[in-house]
């Protein structure tokens, strides 16, 4: 089946959606940003930021393990997905926290819980320093200080984006790209990538035919390969002043979050927890979508008996 998958020159299909999923657009500084939503909207609100090259719909496996008992509120980043693209090609972390703080106060939100993938991880680092009071929890999926700017998974995604090719022949050679670069994913997330990221180049002009992609990749290749020093984000002291219960899930096989790094700013500051998921990557909630949702669950169980016992 996965095979036939990568060989076939077939579009990909439509993703099927969740049973009440919902979209909205927020503005954000000018920015049109597309929020996707699921479960009830009286329910304590979970809000999801995806990672570099993703998109809102990656959190569909766990929205719909939770949507039950959590209103989860996922958007695609200024860039990504359905959201507008950025003029001024501003794809740093300042950006993605205006476009964080839009959808919340969109949304009604007072006091929620975050999980964060990523780049979405750094936004999230950044927004419980910021607003201590507005978390009732953070979950980070694979990064941590340093994981942006140096190390083997930095010098891996700014080979990715150096090398990003701008368009493809057919669909054909879009599934080998996704294949080449995402070797453990399963090839239903292949095909979600798919229909995600990219799209017929027939409205491009310039294109005559193919795939191209549907984010801004030449944008948000050009901030993360020749980033403005200035402008990127150190996260160390920004972990050490969170104050709100954290916990970072990391893959065992990831090259970006280092574990000595976590490990060391866990001991500097009590609020921080870890856990590993030994057989994942740098993509957690993709490679083990299960185990990663497992972990989300019993974290939030244990906040909510340590607030019922007048712990937390």
Not at 62 to 69: E, H, I, N, P, T
Not at 209 to 226: H, K, L, M, N, Q
Not at 246 to 261: A, E, P, Y
Request: glycine fraction near 8%; charged fraction near 25%.
């Amino acid at each position: 089946m996965a095979a036939d998958l990568i060989l076939a020159d077939a579009a990909p299909a439509p993703i099927a959606l969740l049973a009440g999923e919902r979209t909205r657009h927020v503005d954000s500084q000018g920015v049109a940003i597309c929020v996707r939503e699921w479960g009830d909207p009286a329910a304590p609100a979970i809000v999801l930021l995806h990672g570099l090259r993703g998109y809102s719909g990656t959190w569909r496996t766990l929205a719909a393990a939770l949507a039950d008992r959590y209103r989860l509120i996922a958007f695609d980043a200024r860039g990504r997905g359905e959201s507008g693209w950025d003029q001024g090609r501003n794809y740093y972390t300042d950006a993605y926290l205006a476009d964080l703080e839009a959808v919340v106060a969109a949304s009604g939100l007072d006091r929620f819980i975050l999980i964060g993938h990523s780049m979405g991880g750094t936004t999230s680092y950044a927004y419980a320093a910021r607003h201590p009071d507005r978390l009732r929890a953070l979950v980070v999926e694979d990064i941590t200080a340093g994981s942006s700017v140096s190390g083997a998974g930095f010098e891996r995604i700014v080979a990715e984006m150096k090398a990003l090719p701008t368009h493809f022949a057919d669909w054909q050679a879009a599934r080998a790209y996704w294949r080449k670069l995402r070797p453990n994913v399963s090839a239903a997330a292949i095909e979600e990538r798919l229909w995600e990221s990219m799209k017929p180049a027939s409205d491009a002009p310039d294109k005559a035919g193919g795939v191209i992609w549907r984010y801004d990749a030449d944008g948000i290749a050009a901030t993360r390969v020749a980033p403005d020093p200035a402008r990127v984000l150190d996260l160390e002291p920004v972990i050490a002043a969170i104050r709100t219960p954290t916990l970072v899930i990391r893959g065992g096989q990831s090259d970006f979050c280092n574990l000595d790094t976590v490990r060391r700013l866990e001991q500097g500051n009590p609020w921080l927890a870890h856990a590993t998921v030994e057989a994942a990557s740098h993509y957690v909630h993709d490679d083990a979508p299960e185990a990663f949702g497992r972990l989300v669950e019993g974290f939030l169980a244990g906040l909510r008996v340590r607030t019922a016992t007048g712990q937390a």
